[in-house]
């Protein structure tokens, strides 16, 4: 096993003078934080351990009661921990995990599938000398179910670690798995067990391509449909580690810093256990799904001598670094692999009502507006499920029936974003765009975001049908408005995109060969060539097509076409090429990371949340939210529901919201708000 950790052997190390240094770091009042972080993390385990016996040998001390007396926090766990040997590390880590009350199967999950056979050995042999106990013994009497059931066996260590392929097992396995799964009425999540917690790493990374033919969906999403709760996450956590052991640790170092507080136990876990085997695999994994180095995510998120050790063992900011390492790579180059694969189903989350009656609906949305007062929640009940088919009829039978305008009545009665989100959904999905698109333009500032959002998203078709809405309502060309508001570059992209010419169909290999060597010599030019380069191939080819481009991409320059495009270009360019790579990549991930932008922070851009609402609702919002939930560990209704609550009027709002994204609204929140 080649080792790319960030921590080696020091060099002329002398245990007796570095345990002397430490003595002298913490005697007296006080102690010299700095030079404890600074000899510990530029020490090796091994070497740490031989300063642990010196330290003992010269003062007759226990080096490691010493740094928990001097030390306090954060800071003297992480130094701590770094002076325990590896299994030792890990013993503790599955101790803590299962001792007391509750269980922290997230540990468990993490700490079992990752560990090779070796390790596993260590680990047991470890927790048995420290706590006297055995360690399968112990997690069989605090977990339950299949979950337990792969623990025991991942605990065994037994995973067949010969590099030997058997071409007609993979097969076999392929098909036993879309037996167990995908092909019958409910699961048997023995044959996941017995494959998934033995097979080798080589041989189970060719039985998800198999199974990938065979099911035409990857071996993650069918571990989604098929098993849950803490057992779905153990399946997962070990087929992303038979994936990538550094993509894995990448997730798993971002979730546990994202958001409001960090999982500080989780952080110190990986920073350590990972800091010797493959820390700078890890880093660049980091950069290439976050687009930001684990160097300054860490840098922000932590604070003191506690942020600098872990910036010691980071090693140090990729962003400032060029290419892929190796291993990242293979991964970005197996990810547009995986993409071009992957048939995805698009799922709506706003579907036909059945026993559908236009003048029904027409009645009680007039009855809901007539005399003193609005029916908000009679008025979002009926709009927000039925089809927007089925709510052009109810305009017409509106308009039929009572010699009304069903679009002014409901302007007159509602306000502000409740009003905006109705209307959006009584309009054709070619006016919502156009209005969409008059609005990003009007006024004195112009939302670009919003432009290239529209027109990298939408199909030739619904381009198409968007231009002849604009123009029979605003009586001017959209190619014209955007000329008129945009310039440069930016501006010739635009109007490529609005066209709604780009092509259809499959990849075609060798022009997609002959393409990304085009963006590859492109990046050699300067800037304005580069950039028409760029245009003139990600504004024209098919979506399939240009996964394969991507790929390829890789391959000449050993570089992600999404570093290339946030290094080397700027302001609306930039964000137009990379919202079509990210599109191209995953579009349900895209508009999952628009929804999380539009909300996050303070304040909420209320106008990108019922843009993608309103005109994904129909398309793929489901898909989007299982995106947003798998990124951001939380579901997008619950999102919604705390973002939305600031204004007043947001019940309603709320209320609307909730049902487009397709998320169970109880009752009881409302009478508890």
């Known amino acids: 096993m080649v080792f790319r950790g960030t921590i080696t052997d020091a060099p002329d190390f002398d245990a007796s003078a570095d345990a002397e240094t430490l003595y002298n770091a913490m005697k007296g009042i006080g102690s010299d934080k700095e030079a404890i972080l600074d000899m510990v993390t530029s020490r090796s385990n091994a070497q740490r351990q031989e300063i642990i016996a010196a330290y003992k040998c010269s003062f007759g001390k226990d080096l490691i009661e010493d740094l928990k007396y001097e030390l306090t926090g954060k800071f003297e766990r992480l130094i701590v921990s770094l002076m325990r040997s590896r299994a030792y590390h890990d013993a503790k880590e599955i101790h803590d995990a299962i001792k007391g009350a509750g269980t922290n199967e997230r540990c468990l999950i993490e700490v079992l599938a990752s560990r090779n056979n070796t390790q596993i050995h260590e680990m047991v042999a470890a927790y048995k000398d420290a706590y006297g106990s055995d ?41 036993d798995l879309y037996a167990a799964g995908e092909e019958q009425w409910g699961t048997d999540e023995a044959k996941f067990i017995m494959i998934l917690g033995n097979r080798s790493v080589t041989h189970l990374h060719m039985v998800f391509d198999a199974y990938e033919k065979i099911a035409e969906m990857t071996i993650e999403d069918s571990i989604k449909n098929e098993l849950s709760g803490d057992f779905e996450r153990l399946m997962l956590a070990v087929v992303q580690c038979i994936r990538s052991v550094p993509m894995f640790f990448a997730k798993r170092l971002y979730k546990s810093m994202k958001g409001l507080g960090t999982a500080d136990n989780t952080l110190i876990r990986i920073m350590i256990s990972r800091s010797e085997i493959d820390m700078l695999d890890i880093r660049e994994c980091f950069r290439l799904r976050y687009e930001k180095s684990l160097y300054n995510m860490i840098k922000d998120d932590t604070s003191g001598d ?40 698009l799922r709506p989350s706003v579907r036909p009502a059945p026993d559908f009656d236009p003048a029904a609906d027409a009645q009680a949305l007039r009855k809901a507006m007539k005399g003193f007062g609005t029916d908000e929640d009679a008025i979002i009940d009926i ?35 409740l009003e905006r989100l109705i209307i959006g959904l009584m309009l054709t999905p070619a006016e919502f765009n156009a209005k969409m698109m008059r609005k990003a333009m009007e006024g004195a500032g112009t939302d670009e975001h919003a432009l290239i959002e529209i027109l990298v998203t939408r199909s030739n078709e619904e381009i198409q049908a968007m231009n002849a809405a604009y123009q029979d309502a605003y009586k001017k060309t959209l190619e014209e408005a955007i000329q008129s508001d945009t310039s440069g570059h930016f501006c010739r992209i635009l109007v490529s995109l609005v066209q709604g010419a780009r092509e259809e169909g499959p990849a075609d290999v ?35 097509h240009l996964r394969k481009v991507f790929q390829e991409f890789v391959r000449c320059t050993n570089k992600d076409i999404e570093q290339i495009i946030k290094k080397e270009m700027s302001g609306d360019v930039k964000n137009a090429f990379y919202a079509i ?93």
Request: proline share 1%.
């Open 383 to 417: 709009v927000a499920h039925r089809s927007n088919a089925q709510r052009q009829e109810i305009r017409q039978a509106f308009k039929s029936l009572l010699g009304r305008d069903l679009m002014k009545d409901l302007k007159s009665e509602l306000s502000k974003n």
């Open 581 to 673: 790579v990210r599109s191209v990549k995953n579009q349900p991930s895209y508009f999952a990371d628009r929804l999380y932008k539009a909300m996050k922070g303070l304040g909420t851009d209320d106008r990108a949340l019922i843009r993608i609402m309103v005109s994904r609702s129909e398309v793929d919002l489901f898909n989007i939210r299982k995106e947003f939930k798998e990124t951001h560990d939380e579901s997008l209704h619950e999102f919604i529901q705390v973002e939305t609550m600031i204004v007043s009027q947001s019940l309603c709002l709320l209320t609307l919201t909730v049902a487009l994204c397709g998320g169970l609204w109880i009752c009881g929140y409302r009478t508890a708000v």
């Open 135 to 175: 360690i399968e013994e112990d997690v069989i009497a605090d977990t339950s179910g299949h979950f337990k059931k792969m623990l025991v066996v991942l605990l065994q260590g037994t995973r067949d670690e010969s590099g030997v392929v058997d071409a007609d097992l993979v097969e076999q396995d392929a098909q």
């Open 510 to 544: 060798e022009r997609a060969n002959a393409d990304a060597q085009e963006l590859a010599d492109a990046c050699n030019a300067e800037s304005d060539d580069m950039e028409m380069k760029f245009m003139s191939i990600l504004c024209t080819r098919s979506f399939p």
């Open 306 to 345: 506690y942020k600098r050790t872990l910036l010691n063992l980071c090693g140090g900011d990729d962003d400032l670094a060029g290419e892929f390492f190796p291993e990242a790579a293979q991964i970005a180059y197996k990810m547009w692999e995986l993409s071009a694969m992957t048939k995805v189903q």
